[in-house]
């Protein structure tokens, strides 16, 4: 980790600070706007039993589990009522007392590790903060559910359900894998709805992407801090899609674009004011390619001018701009360990019951996961020897982003730098995902003013902030929020399949740990999913270039380090997690401030080595003195 992560970090303005009347008692933390309360740890001569009886309550259930998971596989055991079971109808069965104790620690141990979401908000309130504009929110690539409408034979069983982002997944897994998997994965050739009368569709709603499953937060406690301030649905709005999906089929099947447009119109003309947009991860590059759309005469015909008459601001939360490494893995050998950005639970699911190969062939069959392949080539990541972001005596180049070890049976291998493995992914890919991938995205830099204004008419390069430009709306105020300082995939040693009958050339070589690497994964500076230079190029060096901000948008940056509690499963209040960032205090108080007006209080606050990287990278302003 570079030394100066670990430098205080700047708050916002005075004006800011937190009010006496706060009930957090303790030191600020140097990175946080708004102070956490103190965590409360529950004492007792009753927690040793509860513990044991909550220990011995999920032992029964993964014995269930486990007799159902056989179940659907074996003649010998028939356990036809275990398709109906669910979390109430086992409890309703329990004794009284396992399923009180087990709720009393439960409650106790979320107290412990958790923090009350809606004091932020109580904070501001205090401060005379409150709800201005309305706000869109743009979801991640898990964040949103998927439930199925499909009324054929095989699909009612799942009609309404979630077949991604709840249990019903997980059950579905389990007792119907085929089915699953013929559900979950679009037309190869269309990158449609797959034949046989299969629809999956994106929830709405706030329930779409409040939490993954019961219980797993993911936008709850924003929601719950905008409402403390004054926000409710006639001023706020999930705008959920189908992340599946590639972004021009984002329109043509749910007319996705059409709605968002019509919404944030409806949203000015009732409420006289323009729209804050709040993205996060693959919801940044689905907005970047909605602003470009919007003002095509080949998309939402709204002109040149449409943003700047629609939109105040542009919330940009942990932001891909230029892809996630890790989702190279996940289409060309179905490698895991976060991959797509996925969280534990998810991940779980599908290295439990799935083999690399079917995860592979599920990912590859979801055009928008390769939406996050990454961008830029060997000018951002680097060539054979050198990456903009190595690291002083760091022993592997981050350069190479496909290593081999020549004793590992790959003799016949070479290194591949991040554009080389693109190139090597489609030459070991199916026709049909070749034509998916390089007729729906494109992956290159644009030098000059000239190719970046030719490509606003060009679909496939809406995605890439280094092939087009950023809306012509010079009072637009974009803010880039993200983590830094926890370890992130970077590169990779690879290896032969020990299944010689695998339909997979190569799988990461796990049995190599030394240094930076980690069972075959080179871990640098990111968010553990985004790397820095992704999430953190286009925001301090690219869009200060003239040809790809010819408006002069301003740009401010506030990066939030790490600083995970010890005993927190989602980090608390000061994490800087990926997707675990949306339950940050402070991050939910600069939402706050943007949404109510108030986004000239926040500081600018970048700690990490963003600015010399990217003072690396092989991508030049053509007129050096415009800044």
Same mark, same amino acid.
């Given at each position: 980790?570079?030394?100066?992560?670990?430098?205080?970090?700047?708050?916002?303005?005075?004006?800011?600070?937190?009010?006496?009347?706060?009930?957090?008692?303790?030191?600020?933390?140097?990175?946080?706007?708004?102070?956490?309360?103190?965590?409360?740890?529950?004492?007792?001569?009753?927690?040793?039993?509860?513990?044991?009886?909550?220990?011995?309550?999920?032992?029964?259930?993964?014995?269930?589990?486990?007799?159902?998971?056989?179940?659907?596989?074996?003649?010998?055991?028939?356990?036809?009522?275990?398709?109906?079971?669910?979390?109430?109808?086992?409890?309703?069965?329990?004794?009284?007392?396992?399923?009180?104790?087990?709720?009393?620690?439960?409650?106790? =141990?979320?107290?412990?590790?958790?923090?009350?979401?809606?004091?932020?908000?109580?904070?501001?309130?205090?401060?005379?903060?409150?709800?201005?504009?309305?706000?869109?929110?743009?979801?991640?690539?898990?964040?949103?559910?998927?439930?199925?409408?499909?009324?054929?034979?095989?699909?009612?069983?799942?009609?309404?359900?979630?077949?991604?982002?709840?249990?019903?997944?997980?059950?579905?897994?389990?007792?119907?894998?085929?089915?699953?998997?013929?559900?979950?994965?679009?037309?190869?050739?269309?990158?449609?709805?797959?034949?046989?009368?299969?629809?999956?569709?994106?929830?709405?709603?706030?329930?779409?992407?409040?939490?993954?499953?019961?219980?797993?937060?993911?936008?709850?406690?924003?929601? =719950?801090?905008?409402?403390?301030?004054?926000?409710?649905?006639?001023?706020?709005?999930?705008?959920?899609?189908?992340?599946?999906?590639?972004?021009?089929?984002?329109?043509?099947?749910?007319?996705?674009?059409?709605?968002?447009?019509?919404?944030?119109?409806?949203?000015?003309?009732?409420?006289?004011?323009?729209?804050?947009?709040?993205?996060?991860?693959?919801?940044?590059?689905?907005?970047?390619?909605?602003?470009?759309?919007?003002?095509?005469?080949?998309?939402?015909?709204?002109?040149?001018?449409?943003?700047?008459?629609?939109?105040?601001?542009?919330?940009?939360?942990?932001?891909?701009?230029?892809?996630?490494?890790?989702?190279?893995?996940?289409?060309?050998?179905?490698?895991?360990?976060?991959?797509?950005?996925?969280?534990?639970?998810?991940?779980?699911?599908?290295?439990?019951?799935?083999?690399?190969?079917?995860?592979?062939?599920?990912?590859?069959?979801?055009?928008?996961?390769?939406?996050?392949?990454?961008?830029?080539?060997?000018?951002?990541?680097?060539?054979?020897?050198?990456?903009?972001d190595d690291l002083p005596g760091q022993n592997v180049s981050f350069g190479t982003f496909l290593n081999f070890k020549e004793n590992n049976g790959t003799s016949h291998y070479r290194n591949l730098t991040v554009e080389e493995s693109f190139n090597y992914l489609m030459d070991v890919s199916e026709d049909w995902y070749n034509d998916q991938v390089k007729g729906s995205y494109s992956r290159g830099v644009a030098h000059t003013t000239a190719e970046v204004n030719a490509n606003e008419k060009d679909p496939r390069k809406w995605i890439n902030p280094l092939e087009t430009r950023l809306p012509l709306a010079p009072s637009l105020k974009i803010y880039c929020f993200y983590g830094i300082g926890k370890p992130t995939e970077r590169s990779y040693f690879y290896r032969k399949p020990d299944n010689p009958l695998s339909s997979?050339?190569?799988?990461?070589?796990?049995?190599?740990?030394?240094?930076?690497?980690?069972?075959?994964?080179?871990?640098?500076?990111?968010?553990?999913?985004?790397?820095?230079?992704?999430?953190?190029?286009?925001?301090?060096?690219?869009?200060?270039?003239?040809?790809?901000?010819?408006?002069?948008?301003?740009?401010?940056?506030?990066?939030?380090?790490?600083?995970?509690?010890?005993?927190?499963?989602?980090?608390?209040?000061?994490?800087?997690?990926?997707?675990?960032?949306?339950?940050?205090?402070?991050?939910?108080?600069?939402?706050?401030?943007?949404?109510?007006?108030?986004?000239?209080?926040?500081?600018?606050?970048?700690?990490?080595?963003?600015?010399?990287?990217?003072?690396?990278?092989?991508?030049?302003?053509?007129?050096?003195?415009?800044?």
């Amino acid at each position: 980790m570079s030394h100066s992560l670990r430098k205080r970090i700047p708050g916002v303005s005075s004006s800011t600070s937190t009010p006496s009347d706060s009930r957090d008692d303790s030191p600020a933390k140097a990175d946080d706007v708004v102070l956490a309360p103190k965590s409360k740890v529950h004492h007792g001569k009753t927690g040793k039993k509860r513990r044991n009886g909550f220990i011995f309550f999920l032992g029964g259930l993964f014995g269930i589990a486990v007799a159902g998971f056989f179940a659907g596989r074996s003649d010998l055991i028939d356990f036809p009522e275990f398709g109906e079971l669910s979390m109430d109808s086992l409890i309703d069965v329990l004794p009284a007392g396992f399923v009180s104790d087990a709720k009393d620690l439960a409650r106790g =141990e979320r107290e412990a590790v958790n923090y009350d979401s809606f004091q932020v908000g109580l904070n501001l309130v205090a401060q005379g903060v409150r709800a201005n504009h309305p706000v869109i929110m743009v979801p991640g690539v898990i964040s949103t559910g998927l439930e199925s409408w499909g009324t054929t034979n095989a699909s009612r069983q799942y009609f309404r359900k979630r077949l991604w982002g709840s249990w019903s997944m997980m059950r579905a897994l389990v007792l119907d894998k085929e089915g699953w998997k013929k559900h979950i994965m679009l037309d190869k050739k269309t990158g449609l709805d797959p034949p046989g009368g299969i629809k999956l569709r994106a929830a709405q709603g706030f329930d779409a992407a409040d939490f993954f499953i019961t219980g797993y937060w993911i936008w709850n406690k924003i929601l =719950e801090n905008l409402a403390t301030i004054g926000y409710d649905p006639t001023n706020s709005f999930t705008a959920a899609y189908d992340w599946r999906l590639s972004y021009a089929n984002l329109e043509v099947r749910d007319q996705y674009f059409s709605r968002l447009k019509m919404y944030i119109e409806m949203s000015n003309d009732v409420l006289k004011k323009k729209v804050v947009i709040v993205s996060h991860s693959m919801g940044s590059q689905v907005l970047f390619y909605f602003f470009h759309w919007v003002a095509s005469e080949e998309g939402g015909k709204g002109g040149d001018d449409w943003v700047e008459k629609h939109v105040d601001s542009w919330i940009n939360i942990s932001g891909c701009m230029l892809g996630a490494l890790k989702g190279l893995p996940a289409v060309l050998s179905g490698e895991m360990k976060d991959t797509a950005q996925l969280n534990a639970f998810a991940v779980y699911g599908l290295e439990k019951f799935l083999s690399r190969e079917e995860r592979s062939e599920i990912f590859r069959a979801m055009p928008g996961i390769s939406s996050m392949l990454p961008i830029g080539g060997n000018a951002v990541w680097g060539n054979a020897t050198w990456a903009p972001d190595d690291l002083p005596g760091q022993n592997v180049s981050f350069g190479t982003f496909l290593n081999f070890k020549e004793n590992n049976g790959t003799s016949h291998y070479r290194n591949l730098t991040v554009e080389e493995s693109f190139n090597y992914l489609m030459d070991v890919s199916e026709d049909w995902y070749n034509d998916q991938v390089k007729g729906s995205y494109s992956r290159g830099v644009a030098h000059t003013t000239a190719e970046v204004n030719a490509n606003e008419k060009d679909p496939r390069k809406w995605i890439n902030p280094l092939e087009t430009r950023l809306p012509l709306a010079p009072s637009l105020k974009i803010y880039c929020f993200y983590g830094i300082g926890k370890p992130t995939e970077r590169s990779y040693f690879y290896r032969k399949p020990d299944n010689p009958l695998s339909s997979l050339n190569i799988t990461i070589d796990t049995t190599l740990s030394n240094g930076n690497i980690d069972h075959g994964v080179i871990l640098g500076e990111g968010d553990g999913t985004v790397n820095l230079l992704s999430a953190g190029y286009m925001c301090n060096t690219g869009w200060h270039m003239k040809r790809y901000n010819p408006a002069g948008v301003k740009i401010k940056v506030y990066e939030m380090p790490h600083e995970p509690e010890r005993f927190s499963p989602r980090g608390g209040p000061n994490t800087g997690d990926h997707v675990d960032i949306l339950g940050r205090s402070s991050l939910n108080d600069l939402i706050l401030r943007v949404a109510a007006g108030r986004g000239e209080e926040i500081e600018e606050n970048v700690v990490s080595d963003i600015k010399t990287y990217a003072g690396k990278v092989k991508i030049y302003e053509e007129d050096q003195g415009w800044l």
